[in-house]
């Protein structure tokens, strides 16, 4: 980040900051960033997904499991590379989600993250696989999906290129 902050770690900042529970899920080898993300985050549970690599949906799967053994009853799911999301749209998504609804935030009608799920949806979200992400699971289900317009454009900005960082 410009500031000299790790993305994921302003991320976590602004995810932790908010009225829920965080999981986050890692790749198989990054021991060395989950030992040290959780001196910083001791309320956050870091998870190393040995399938990531497969692609998004195995990540996913593997986490929805997971937050069914927890006991959740709501879920938002979002990325690691959106650190512009305030605790602010976390809480004002997940005060949305019933266990049979899905949070679909949007920004000028532009669909974002995170999205908000229900425990209704954990098992389809658990059989996600290879790269598909949970955009398959909110389409299929229109008539339980609630949109939420929000006037926070972080949600449709996330980090794939350095220049993403000059947006």
Not at 37 to 48: G, I, Q, V
Request: hydrophobic letters at 35%; aromatic letters at 8%.
């Amino acid at each position: 980040m410009p500031n000299g902050e790790e993305i994921l770690h302003q991320t976590l900042q602004h995810a932790t900051a908010a009225d829920f529970p965080v999981l986050t899920l890692l790749g198989p080898g990054d021991l060395t960033l989950a030992t040290r993300l959780a001196k910083d985050f001791p309320r956050t549970e870091f998870l190393r997904c040995p399938e990531s690599p497969l692609g998004i949906g195995h990540s996913i799967a593997f986490g929805m499991d997971h937050m069914r053994d927890l006991g959740w009853r709501v879920c938002l799911l979002t990325h690691g590379d959106m650190p512009w999301v305030s605790s602010r749209t976390y809480n004002a998504i997940g005060k949305r989600i019933t266990p049979d609804k899905i949070v679909v935030p949007r920004y000028q009608e532009r669909v974002g993250r995170p999205l908000g799920y229900g425990r209704h949806y954990f098992a389809e979200l658990a059989e996600l696989r290879g790269d598909s992400d949970d955009s398959s699971v909110w389409r299929h289900h229109p008539d339980r999906v609630e949109y939420l317009e929000l006037d926070d454009r972080s949600i449709l900005q996330d980090i794939d290129l350095p220049e993403d960082l000059l947006r």
